[in-house]
């Protein structure tokens, strides 16, 4: 890993609108190191066992402390003011994961908003609980859930998922499904939407409303734990994201 980054200088720029002021933003790649407390912060839960694969161990391993520590030469210059400010930022792989999950979100609520605000889409939030425990993955109810749509001629545009891990050490999934429009108001939730038997585990389910954003952005945003479930220090997938070119 000390080869990861062999640049002195490698910088990151950007221009951000704070108010009415434009603000640019500079980051000089410094150096990186192995975080001291990493091995420290591994704990191991049980994985049922239908979940084993690929020659997995028994239990899974949280990481509760990030791999790496990044040092950055951080330059912010208010254009406006011509104020210029610097200062040493530092950062971690947990921060960069979850920077490229944010990215995903935004992607997925550009695309998907104006859609679900003009009543193109319909927009269903997730919560399967005790992953470890559960019956399947997030792929298998994805496949599960794709299918029941189908047989019911209901089109499945796409989704956003992540994988949360709880202070408590909770292992659990959140999830946004699109469909096209589904003509459901005063009714009860129809069983095909609904994954429990799939699942194996508690899961919820409600239609989002005004925003897709609001239900999922804190779940992205808040818990840096990850999972191993290898000897190679490999983290499984955190997030996925699907969604389509066009709707038609």
């Not at 994954?195 to 804190?218: I, L, T």
């Amino acid at each position: 890993m000390a080869n990861l980054i062999n640049a002195v200088d490698n910088t990151a720029n950007s221009t951000l609108n704070v108010g009415y002021q434009s603000v640019g933003k500079k980051y000089t790649f410094l150096s990186r190191k192995r975080n001291e407390l990493y091995n420290t912060g591994k704990v191991a839960i049980p994985l049922r066992s239908c979940l084993l694969h690929n020659k997995s161990p028994e239990n899974l391993t949280i990481i509760t402390q990030p791999k790496w520590i990044t040092d950055l030469f951080a330059e912010t210059f208010d254009y406006d003011t011509g104020e210029y400010t610097a200062e040493v930022y530092q950062t971690n792989s947990f921060k960069s994961s979850n920077g490229r999950k944010i990215k995903a979100l935004d992607k997925f609520c550009k695309h998907f908003q104006p859609l679900y605000r003009n009543k193109s889409v319909t927009l269903l939030f997730y919560t399967l609980t005790c992953a470890n425990q559960s019956k399947t993955d997030i792929k298998g109810v994805m496949h599960t859930l794709r299918k029941r749509l189908q047989r019911k001629g209901v089109k499945m545009y796409g989704y956003i998922w992540t994988s949360e891990v709880s202070e408590e050490l909770h292992w659990h999934y959140h999830f946004c499904l699109s469909t096209e429009r589904l003509k459901l108001k005063g009714q009860k939730l129809p069983k095909y939407l609904k994954v429990d038997d799939v699942w194996g585990a508690r899961c919820q389910v409600e239609f989002v409303k005004k925003n897709v954003r609001h239900y999922m952005a804190k779940y992205f945003a808040k818990h840096n734990f990850k999972i191993l479930n290898d000897d190679k220090d490999r983290c499984i997938r955190s997030y996925g994201l699907s969604i389509p070119r066009t709707i038609k």
